[in-house]
């Protein structure tokens, strides 16, 4: 069974309007969730993590997450899209070493 | 402070050759770790060393193998190469046993099998 899955592997949202990227966990991995981001050709950065504390996480780049134990989700929200934020995201979890989903592909139309 | 630095950021290698590819973990990290992502899929685990030694592995075969230097840097190594190991080879590095500490990601290298 797969640690985290990301439902959708593409979303196409309009500049300004509300970014949803779905990421749901396996209940039997330990809580430390993360959001990555890859542009084209490049390794993985960051976005945000959680790791037991609050469960709203705000990252860079205006993203936020939040961590729902009773629906196993960790979501990856933006108010407003930016063109700049075309880009592959992957959520991810710790188990031994990082794991992955399949990502799913954010297109930012003007 | 360098990041995760890996080299070559392009190959182009022939079936049934052999490859290796280097990495350097970031700065007060001792784990590195090496992924594979084919185009368009999510990073997949293929191996983890600490102390020199291969702690963890996917599920990847025999063909795939590493080595961990005293100075914490690593090396991937890939025998009789296939047309499907063509992909992008992610390191990462990590303090050790840092249970929640995110991994750091180097560039990658882009490799090519013809």
């Known amino acids: 069974a797969q640690s985290v899955t990301q439902l959708g592997s593409h979303v196409s949202v309009s500049e300004g309007a509300l970014v949803l990227l779905r990421c749901n966990y396996s209940s039997s991995v330990p809580p430390y969730l993360f959001w990555y981001v890859q542009y084209p050709n490049q390794g993985l950065q960051l976005l945000l993590k959680?790791?037991?504390?609050?469960?709203l996480v705000k990252g860079i780049n205006g993203f936020e997450a939040e961590f729902k134990k009773s629906e196993t989700s960790f979501h990856l929200t933006k108010p407003s899209a930016h063109m700049s934020d075309a880009a592959e995201y992957f959520c991810a979890v710790i188990l031994g070493d990082m794991r992955f989903g399949a990502g799913t592909r954010l297109t930012v139309k003007p | 402070d360098a990041g995760v630095t890996q080299s070559p950021t392009h190959l182009i290698k022939t079936r049934g050759q052999q490859v290796t590819l280097r990495c350097s973990p970031k700065?007060?990290?001792?784990?590195v770790s090496w992924y594979q992502q084919a185009l368009g899929q999510g990073p997949q685990f293929i191996f983890q060393?600490?102390?020199?030694?291969?702690?963890q592995r996917g599920n990847f075969p025999d063909r795939f193998s590493g080595h961990q230097f005293p100075n914490y840097s690593s090396e991937l190594n890939v025998n009789a190469l296939l047309l499907g190991d063509s992909a992008l080879y992610l390191c990462a590095s990590r303090p050790v046993g840092a249970r929640t500490t995110e991994a750091f990601f180097g560039q990658g290298t882009r490799l090519t099998v013809v």
């Open positions: 700065s007060g990290h001792d784990t």
């Open positions: 060393y600490y102390e020199e030694e291969e702690r």
């Open positions: 959680y790791t037991s504390a609050a469960t």
